[in-house]
């Protein structure tokens, strides 16, 4: 009986609380919503440590807090997500940990490959961008196949970045764009444009790195020329629908400020 | 009834924004020595009447070697290169009542007090974005006091420029700037090319991306005329022709933004690949000492690892 009473009580709860957040989406949705949220998945290793997660486990909160984000960026509107998954500059770390982190890839991409529950229910379309030939053959084999799968999904855009970084990727536009030099057409900044990784999407709206660095890394740095930059201190595993809600908040205090200096 | 809750709720969250929330200081941190005559064709439409003169960071005795830290900062942690956003003019005039040109002329006298504690600190490169390629928008009236403005402040500024071992640089299409002020940065860079203290950049009519893409142009003409192979533009090769080549420290460490926004705003995209950024509520003719130490401070105790595990 008592069992009984505490489920109705807990199901009520998550009621209330499910409701509450409706509200909270409604009244958002009255502002402007970003299109484009870009975040830096920062603080796994200190997460890990404060919770006595071996190096083997180290990544998967940070897979599950992913899986969350992505979700409330469908629930808010957000249309574009793109993440810092791995970047060139990270293979310098100990080759056991970056072992674990394409373990993780390798393993996630096989479970969406084989269940794609999650990705049909928020409608997502996967990209892989960067120089992929640094997953090792296997793994980018799947990865294409994930991107080919997913290609007619329209809903949500999940742009993963892995063997990543800004300055990589001029200098790939350069050398693209370069080749149309040699016709004697002098290159401009939209032929530098078309040729970046990231011309599939719009440009960033907000940037999040989370655990409080304020730094970009070398993550996006053409295309977050004007993009509003939040640095909560949680770290990555850590953040939550409210550090959202905040961010949005935010994006939403600057922006008519901001339209009103592009459009002078 | 949705925009105001909206509303509501983004300014109860605004109430605790930041980490770090200096409030800007209602008056200006700056004593009144002169008041400066306008030129003729600028005086109908501008009513600015706090035209400020302030004697250099040197102090009394005219002694310009180089000051201790305050004794909080250690010198071992010092960035190399500051680059500074000087954000809040325009805000910080309006919250006074007045027009945007007294908000510039007051920014002014924290552009030379900063510069001049970047020289007694010995921080041997602070770039200064002074204007940008997007600020040509603004009303005419607003740039000519920006442009007149700036280049008063070099012809009174020259000999302190020159007394603090400050270098001048200036980045940017400085084509598109009046002559007269243009004569005057060149005059200022080649009076001030022997200083050794400490490198300044103007980033004047500045864009990043373009910035870039002046470097892509070099590099598709010298590989069309056979000079170079495509295989031979590196990100090190990029890195030493955009307009930071100037000095030899072309990324900055620090990266500080006063007036509370969260932006790059197209500011050496390149060069900020890994530096630390600092954004404070001030508004610059607010940022001071104080300010600048602060920033410096929050500077010091970050752990910079630049992608890997330290």
New interface residues.
């Given amino acids: 009986m008592t069992s009984h009473i505490k489920f109705q009580v807990k199901q009520l709860i998550r009621i209330s609380y499910d409701f509450l957040l409706r509200c909270i989406f409604h009244i958002l949705s009255v502002g402007p919503i970003p299109t484009h949220i870009a975040f830096i998945m920062d603080g796994n290793r200190r997460y890990a440590r404060k919770n006595n997660i071996g190096l083997k486990d180290r990544y998967r909160p940070g897979f599950l807090a992913l899986m969350s984000r992505v979700k409330h960026c469908y629930e808010l509107g957000v249309k574009y997500i793109t993440i810092f998954a791995f970047s060139l500059d990270n293979l310098r770390r100990q080759p056991e940990e970056i072992q674990r982190l394409m373990e993780l890839l390798r393993e996630k991409i096989e479970v969406f490959l084989e269940n794609d529950g999650f990705i049909k229910k928020y409608g997502v379309r996967l990209y892989f961008v960067g120089n992929l030939t640094v997953l090792g053959e296997d793994i980018h084999a799947a990865a294409n196949r994930l991107m080919e799968e997913t290609a007619n999904n329209t809903t949500t855009y999940l742009l993963v970045c892995v063997g990543y970084t800004s300055t990589y990727e001029m200098v790939h536009a350069f050398e693209e764009s370069i080749h149309l030099g040699k016709e004697n057409r002098i290159i401009e900044l939209e032929d530098i444009e078309k040729q970046m990784y990231m011309s599939i999407a719009p440009k960033p709206d907000i940037l999040i790195r989370s655990s409080g660095e304020t730094r970009l890394s070398n993550f996006l740095l053409w295309q977050t020329e004007f993009s509003l930059l939040y640095c909560p201190s949680a770290l990555w595993p850590e953040l939550g629908l409210w550090h959202m809600v905040w961010a949005l908040l935010n994006y939403q205090r600057h922006y008519a400020y901001f339209q009103k200096k592009m459009k002078n | 009834m ?2 105001i ?2 509303t509501l ?3 109860a ?2 109430l605790s ?1 930041n ?1 770090s929330t200096k409030l800007s200081s209602y008056f200006p941190n700056h004593h009144i020595h002169n008041q400066h005559l306008l030129p003729n064709n600028l005086v109908g439409p501008i009513s600015c009447f706090w035209a400020h003169h302030s004697t250099t960071s040197a102090n009394a005795d005219g002694n310009l070697d180089k000051s201790p830290l305050p004794a909080n900062l250690r010198q071992e942690l010092m960035p190399r290169h500051v680059a500074i956003i000087m954000d809040g003019n325009g805000r910080w005039a309006a919250k006074r009542g007045h027009g945007p040109e007294v908000g510039h002329d007051a920014g002014v006298i924290a552009f030379i007090e900063v510069m001049g504690l970047c020289a007694r600190w010995g921080i041997p490169v602070a770039t200064f974005f002074v204007f940008s390629s ?1 600020n040509w ?3 005419k009236a607003e740039v000519d006091f920006i442009m007149w403005r700036f280049q008063k402040m070099l012809e009174d500024e020259l000999q302190n420029f020159i007394r603090q071992g400050i270098r001048i640089f200036t980045i940017g299409d400085t084509s598109l700037l009046p002559i007269s002020l243009q004569e005057v940065l060149e005059h200022t860079k080649e009076a001030t090319k022997h200083n050794t203290k400490t490198q300044v950049i103007f980033a004047v009519s500045y864009s ?3 910035d ?2 002046q470097a ?2 070099t ?3 010298k ?2 005329n056979g000079v170079m192979e ?2 031979e ?3 090190n090769v ?1 890195e030493k022709e955009l307009e930071t080549k100037v000095t030899s420290i072309p990324s900055p460490d620090l990266l500080i933004r006063t007036s509370g ?6 500011f050496l ?2 060069q ?8 404070c509520q001030t508004f610059w003719p607010d940022f001071g000492e104080s300010q600048f130490i602060e920033a410096l401070q929050c500077f010091q105790k ?1 752990g ?1 690892r ?4 330290i």
Avoid: D, H
């Fill in positions: 949705m925009k809750s909206t709720l983004s300014r969250a605004a924004l980490r997007e928008r603004r009303t990043g991306k373009n870039i893409v892509c142009q590099f598709s003409k590989v069309r495509p295989n533009v590196t990100e990029i926004e969260l932006r790059i705003s197209n995209l390149w900020l690949a890994y530096s630390e950024f600092y954004f970050r910079r630049f992608g890997k595990r």
